[in-house]
């Protein structure tokens, strides 16, 4: 699986949007981008998943670049809720199904 | 709720000793998977199972067993525990293995080992 680089921390105010980076410049062809947040020691929640065009759904916006090699995770309006660490992960779609979790941004919503 | 649970929520036992972890999937899901996450590892994974055979072993310890039964529900056996066993150990299930398949994570189970 393609290493994933994330920074560390963010912070955002409550009712903006947040924009998180994720940079896996050596991500392979057949490789998705996922993204998962883990609140507190809950178990880590689904967010969005893409390969090549821009995603939506009720949670968040994917964006990744043409070239694959980075992606953005947008949440259009954070609440205090949204405060987590999100992971970025990278895998391919068949062959080896397991989630390899690196140390993720942890994301902090002000109100 | 992601549909996933896993008993016991909290476990505490004594070095030596011996614990078995249950985890019953997401109704339909065929894929089942156990993860590890202590506070020096991060989230680790240990073992897959699809529909009851084993598909994809991690960083598991020699000391640890797993098996998927035909209702789908997975044990994890974690024996002669030690120490630096304590950590949480989520399952998580999928409904399938080709294609971008999410996988959903249940509450976890808290292992206290002392």
């Known amino acids: 699986d393609a290493k994933t680089t994330q920074p560390p921390s963010m912070d955002c105010a409550e009712g903006r949007a947040a924009n998180l980076p994720c940079n896996h410049s050596?991500?392979?062809?057949?490789?998705?981008v996922y993204w998962y947040r883990q609140i507190h020691s809950q178990g880590p929640q689904y967010i969005i998943h893409g390969l090549k065009n821009n995603e939506t759904n009720e949670m968040a916006s994917l964006i990744i670049t043409e070239d694959r090699k980075s992606s953005t995770l947008i949440l259009p309006h954070a609440t205090l809720r949204d405060t987590a660490v999100y992971y970025c992960i990278v895998r391919v779609d068949f062959g080896n199904e397991k989630l390899t979790f690196g140390t993720g941004t942890r994301l902090t919503i002000i109100p | 709720d992601s549909g996933v649970t896993q008993t016991p929520k909290h476990l505490i036992t004594a070095t030596g000793q011996r614990v078995t972890l249950r985890c019953s999937p997401r109704?339909?899901?065929?894929?089942v998977y156990w993860y590890q996450q202590s506070l020096d590892q991060g989230l680790q994974f240990l073992i897959q199972y699809y529909n009851g055979e084993e598909r994809a072993k991690g960083n598991i310890l020699e000391r640890f067993s797993a098996q998927q039964f035909p209702d789908l529900h997975s044990e994890l056996n974690l024996s002669s525990l030690e120490l630096g066993d304590s950590a949480l150990y989520f399952c998580?299930?999928?409904?399938?293995?080709?294609?971008?398949?999410?996988?959903?994570f249940g509450p976890g189970t808290r292992l206290t080992v002392t």
């Open positions: 109704s339909g899901d065929l894929s």
């Open positions: 998580a299930s999928s409904v399938g293995l080709a294609g971008a398949y999410e996988q959903y």
């Open positions: 050596t991500i392979s062809g057949n490789e998705y």
